[in-house]
């Protein structure tokens, strides 16, 4: 019986692949089964209504995904940018099976919808994000098309970041704990298509992305900084960095435009003036509620050189 | 220094929050009527969402027209 681990994540436009290290993956079916519900104490007829996969996947390679996916989401099909997604999941080779070259689990999407759902950067971790890609049927096949007998990506690109500077309504941030981005992305309901148990489609109704600032100083929530009350904050106060690691090397030269940085407005409200406890640091929560401005939206993410004076 | 035709391009991209794999399906045309909404500067156009939405609109009924065929 063979065994599996972790693989990767690709993404086609045409015959482009761009494959992807990713930490976890989880493909829950989000399956729906009918009872006959008739009063007796057991039911004695079943049917399944629904069978429409999602996969969930977190990986480091947060400048990749970016590049892929959009704040308001990516559409996968013939006519778009990305016209396909594989999940490959890594055969095991275990003392009982061999495996050849091509002996590995690919389950491929070919019609789907793609969205962000967070980021976190904590202080002493290699920064993740994580997305969903959600499953639909093209009218005929169904949703996901499994394959046990593939080989894994000739190329396979990874990246990792840190946290960095922030800046924060134009004041520095050098104590902070995390930044967490929640994307907050709702979408249609994902009914299956009429006469079919596969969902055919879903869009996006709303995109209200929300970041919290875990940090170490306390003193900053207080009115000179951030007052207990609301702020307003803008792209050109606000920055969030995180710093591209280097392989066999430490960061990435500052100067080399390979960082992720973030800008944001929006209203900023203490969210947790104190959390502390003994045997451990005390921290503080800000949350930053994100809107756009009437040119932005609600956060800005490129790829450029690391800021090491960003309030300046 | 002055932002080359994809770089303004992207800044467009990026400042309404959709991801720069677009870029690498635009032919010359598109390319350049995208950037267009950017100065060389950096500074972006004066209602650019509605512009850019008029750009995509554009854009996906290029694509949508290709696979009909």
Redesign the interface.
């Known amino acids: 019986m063979p065994q599996y681990t972790i693989g990767t994540f690709s993404?086609w436009?045409e015959s482009a692949e761009t494959a992807i290290r990713i930490a976890s993956a989880n493909v829950p079916t989000e399956a729906e089964v009918s009872s006959d519900d008739t009063g007796e104490l057991y039911d004695q007829a079943h049917s399944l209504t629904r069978f429409g996969p999602v996969m969930s996947i977190s990986t480091k390679a947060v400048d990749y995904v970016?590049?892929?996916?959009?704040?308001?989401g990516?559409c996968v099909s013939?006519?778009?940018?990305?016209t396909r997604c594989d999940l490959i999941t890594r055969a095991l080779q275990t003392c009982k099976d061999t495996f050849g070259a091509s002996s590995h689990m690919r389950h491929r999407v070919t019609r789907g919808l793609l969205v962000l759902n967070s980021l976190t950067a904590e202080r002493n971790q290699d920064a993740t994000i994580s997305f969903t890609l959600h499953c639909f049927t093209d009218g005929t096949n169904a949703p996901v098309a499994e394959n046990n007998a593939v080989a894994l990506p000739t190329t396979v690109v990874g990246s990792r970041f840190r946290l960095g500077q922030c800046s924060l309504g134009g004041t520095e941030l050098p104590d902070l704990e995390s930044v967490t981005i929640d994307f907050n992305v709702s979408l249609t309901d994902k009914d299956p298509r009429l006469g079919s148990i596969w969902p055919e489609s879903a869009g996006v109704l709303t995109?209200k992305p929300e970041i919290t600032f875990r940090g170490r100083d306390l003193s900053q929530v207080r009115t000179a900084v951030f007052p207990l009350g609301a702020s307003a904050t803008t792209h050109a106060n606000t920055k969030i960095q995180l710093l591209k690691l280097a392989n066999s090397g430490s960061f990435v030269a500052a100067a080399t435009a390979e960082h992720m940085v973030f800008t944001a407005a929006g209203i900023l409200v203490p969210d947790t003036l104190v959390n502390a406890s003994q045997g451990s640091r005390a921290t503080t929560e800000l949350r930053l509620r994100t809107v756009?401005d009437?040119?932005?939206?609600?956060?800005?993410?490129?790829v450029a050189a690391y800021d090491t004076t960003p309030a300046s | 220094m002055a932002l080359s035709t994809h770089e303004r391009a992207a800044?467009v991209?990026?400042?309404?929050?959709?991801?720069?794999?677009?870029l690498?399906?635009c032919d010359a045309a598109e390319l350049s009527s995208l950037a267009a909404l950017c100065g060389e500067d950096g500074t972006?156009v004066d209602d650019?969402?509605a512009k850019l939405l008029a750009w995509l609109e554009a854009y996906?009924a290029a694509?949508?027209a290709?696979?009909e065929d």
Not at chain 1, 66 to 72: D, P, T, V
Not at chain 1, 294 to 302: D, H, K, L, M, Y
Not at chain 2, 13 to 22: E, K, V
Request: hydrophobic content about 40%; charged content about 20%; cysteine-free.
């Open positions: 993404f436009e970016l590049a892929e996916i959009g704040l308001g990516t013939t006519s778009d940018t990305i995109v756009d009437g040119t932005n939206a609600p956060i800005v993410s490129t | 800044k991209l990026a400042a309404r929050g959709y991801a720069p794999n677009l690498r399906s972006l650019l969402p996906y694509r949508k290709v696979v």
